[in-house]
């Protein structure tokens, strides 16, 4: 099982940048995926996550913000990210769910990807 997150950089604060998270096709057909980030000292925390139907749910910082899809054929998943701010600087993580449904909870997640690093400037 392979999650691989990329797209990372450094930004400066209000650019956008794009994610991505390629998946193998067993996992990624059926479960919903999500995205975590982790800030350093602070614990990791949620995103965003789709379920296997495209249903999205997102964490009240980043709502409006964010965008969260995926591509079926691909076995990708993307999280748009715009107007970032210092407090989005983290890594961040893919991560396959233990069910098809989106789900905000560490828990339910069952696979994890490496992440990559956003680092927005003020």
């Known amino acids: 099982v392979q999650l691989q997150a990329s797209g990372g950089g450094l930004v400066q604060a209000g650019d956008s940048l794009t994610l991505s998270c390629a998946a193998s096709?067993?996992?990624?057909?059926?479960?919903?995926m999500g995205w975590f980030r982790q800030a350093p000292g602070k614990e990791r925390e949620f995103v965003a996550s789709i379920s296997w139907k495209s249903d999205t749910y997102y964490a009240d910082s980043v709502k409006g913000r964010f965008t969260i899809s995926r591509d079926i054929n691909g076995n990708m998943m993307s999280l748009q990210m715009a107007s970032l701010r210092s407090e989005d600087t983290a890594v961040y993580y893919c991560a396959a769910a233990r069910s098809s449904y989106a789900t905000s909870g560490f828990d339910q997640y069952r696979y994890w990807g490496k992440g990559t690093q956003v680092t927005v400037s003020s």
């Open positions: 096709k067993r996992i990624f057909s059926n479960n919903a």
